[in-house]
């Protein structure tokens, strides 16, 4: 079983993403779907989800004083 949630759908032009979480893992995939056809058009697996956290998630700064 997995919860899923969608973006508001005015908010984008052409596609929107569906996150879908696992509720027994907690791993998040991200599920692009067309706006005229509803269908997925690219599907991000959680292993990529997670690089592209890591990717904007700043790195902690130690400065001495």
Excluded: C
């Amino acid at each position: 079983m997995s919860a899923r949630f969608q973006v508001e759908r005015t908010q984008l032009n052409y596609t929107y993403p569906e996150f879908v979480i696992d509720e027994r893992t907690g791993q998040v995939r991200v599920n692009l779907i067309d706006m005229a056809s509803g269908q997925v058009v690219r599907h991000i697996p959680p292993t990529e989800v997670n690089k592209i956290v890591q990717s904007y998630t700043p790195v902690s700064r130690h400065t001495s004083r």
